[in-house]
């Protein structure tokens, strides 16, 4: 999974990112009955506590834990263990009932993680940001693209698939550059968004945020921020995130898409489409999951078309029956293969995608672009005359493509047979020859059908 760094943040109003921090148990929209668990299972764990860490740890505002312990004080299943000379300066430990309490709650539900939202508070967020997200412009998008030697033509049909808010497939041959141009396009999506540490669903928690997906905010971005002393009067159950970028691979199934029980934690996993909301969803490689490719496009592609993703909670008692419940779907949805689109889907499934976008190989001014940039940043010597000889001797002679892969792997090559021979990294006609033959079981200038690729 991958979250790419965006431009500077375009919304005007921060402040408004993230909703007021609650003052009371009402304010927060949750039971009563929830925060005292969750507080008496902290307790239970962590033992004496400071007022102010309660509050880190559970992510609730000093005056709805302050009426949190006052029930549990007066109902006798928490005391004051010290008080200091400030309001907040207060350390709380359970009474005896209460550890009785707490150990039964912690068996039941081992949850004691930051408090959620409600599902409504949720649903709500997500639909504002999603009216919210920036459309990308054509000068943003070359911005984004000024050093990937897109041809013009693939760049508008891109920028137009992205501000669309439609599907798109990328199709093309394998190493044409199809999952690294996904990627990119998280780049396009500007901004930031709040995201829940987790929500309730009737009694169960749903964890929400992912450290490797919901990335923080990027240097350029926390400049633009108000500094932590003026954002605590936001509720600190929502973290701002970059716009984040999923992705799914081959080892994609059915059982993925829903809720993932976590005995260890007490709470469900999101599912990915969930995570992806107000960000980018990618499918790569295509045709190559466990679940068939049209099966794949309808889950997803259906969800993205009604803009809600139907979820279940698996009953995990007999008197606690399973149920099921929907949450918002917005995101903008790509999907990569290296598989002929027709030979894949069939014409109706095909009609359902938004947007098809071949990325195929590379034009030879392009290709010696990306090879002198590639020798660059690699610390390779470059020279024109070996160059010329890959394309017009190895290339040409295999009549294999300019596909967007090779120079990279090629260079890398390079660098380690010169590495172990410790001796300057440098392209030149006999390094190509040997970075080449390691790559492909053949000798140079093999024709096509005999190359075997050795890329792993």
């Keep these: 999974m991958f979250a790419l760094e965006t431009s500077p943040i375009h919304d005007t109003e921060v402040d408004n990112l993230l909703p007021s921090s609650?003052?009371?148990?009402?304010?927060?929209?949750?039971?009563?009955?929830?925060?005292?668990?969750?507080?008496?299972?902290?307790?239970?764990?962590?033992?004496?506590?400071?007022?102010?860490?309660?509050?880190?740890r559970l992510h609730l505002s000093i005056n709805v834990l302050r009426e949190v312990l006052d029930f549990m004080v007066a109902e006798q299943l928490a005391e004051v263990a010290w008080r200091g000379a400030s309001e907040i300066d207060v350390q709380y430990q359970l009474t005896g009932a209460g550890k009785q309490r707490a150990a039964a709650w912690l068996e039941r539900c081992p949850y004691a993680g930051p408090a959620p939202v409600t599902l409504e508070a949720y649903r709500a967020m997500v639909e504002r940001q999603a009216a919210h997200m920036p459309l990308?412009?054509?000068?943003?998008?070359?911005a984004e693209f000024a050093d990937d030697l897109l041809p013009p033509a693939t760049q508008r049909v891109l920028?137009?698939?992205?501000?669309?808010?439609?599907?798109?497939?990328?199709?093309?041959?394998?190493?044409?550059?199809?999952?690294?141009?996904?990627?990119?396009?998280?780049?396009?999506?500007?901004?930031?968004?709040?995201?829940?540490y987790a929500l309730v669903v009737g009694q169960d928690v749903v964890q929400v945020y992912d450290p490797s997906v919901h990335q923080p905010p990027s240097p350029r971005q926390a400049r633009t921020l108000p500094a932590p002393t003026e954002r605590r009067s936001s509720d600190?159950?929502?973290?701002?995130?970059?716009?984040?970028?999923?992705?799914?691979?081959?080892?994609?199934?059915?059982?993925?898409?829903?809720?993932?029980?976590?005995?260890?934690?007490?709470?469900?996993?999101?599912?990915?489409?969930?995570?992806?909301n107000n960000g980018l969803l990618i499918v790569d490689d295509l045709g190559r999951q466990r679940m068939p490719a049209a099966e794949v496009l309808n889950r997803f592609v259906l969800a993205h078309e009604l803009q809600r993703s139907r979820l279940s909670i698996a009953a995990l008692a007999a008197q606690a029956p399973g149920y099921h419940f929907s949450v918002p779907c917005r995101m903008r949805l790509v999907f990569a293969t290296s598989l002929e689109p027709s030979a894949l889907l069939d014409a109706m499934a095909l009609r359902r995608l938004g947007y098809k976008i071949q990325v195929g190989a590379l034009s030879a001014a392009s290709y010696r672009t990306l090879f002198r940039q590639q020798c660059l940043s690699m610390g390779v010597l470059y020279d024109e005359a070996a160059l010329r000889y890959l394309l017009d001797e190895l290339h040409a002679g295999s009549a294999l493509p300019l596909?967007?892969?090779?120079?990279?792997?090629?260079?890398?090559?390079?660098?380690?047979?010169?590495?172990?021979?410790?001796?300057?990294?440098?392209?030149?006609?006999?390094?190509?020859?040997?970075?080449?033959?390691?790559?492909?079981?053949?000798?140079?200038?093999?024709?096509?059908d005999d190359l075997s690729p050795r890329i792993a």
């Excluded at 093309?172 to 930031?192: D, N």
């Excluded at 990279?408 to 030149?428: H, K, L, Q, T």
Aim: charged share 20%.
């Design 136 to 142: 990308p412009c054509a000068e943003e998008l070359a």
């Design 22 to 56: 609650p003052r009371s148990i009402r304010d927060s929209g949750l039971p009563q009955q929830l925060l005292v668990e969750l507080v008496a299972k902290v307790l239970y764990t962590s033992g004496k506590s400071h007022l102010p860490v309660l509050t880190t």
């Design 403 to 448: 596909l967007a892969c090779y120079p990279r792997e090629i260079i890398g090559r390079v660098a380690d047979f010169a590495g172990f021979m410790g001796e300057p990294a440098r392209i030149s006609i006999a390094a190509l020859d040997q970075a080449w033959t390691s790559m492909f079981a053949c000798a140079p200038g093999a024709n096509e």
């Design 236 to 276: 600190a159950r929502w973290v701002l995130c970059q716009r984040p970028v999923v992705v799914l691979d081959a080892d994609l199934d059915a059982e993925m898409l829903d809720l993932q029980a976590d005995a260890a934690s007490g709470c469900y996993r999101a599912p990915p489409q969930m995570k992806a």
């Design 159 to 196: 920028g137009a698939a992205m501000y669309s808010g439609r599907s798109m497939l990328l199709h093309g041959p394998s190493g044409s550059g199809k999952s690294t141009l996904a990627r990119r396009l998280g780049g396009l999506l500007q901004g930031l968004v709040a995201v829940p």
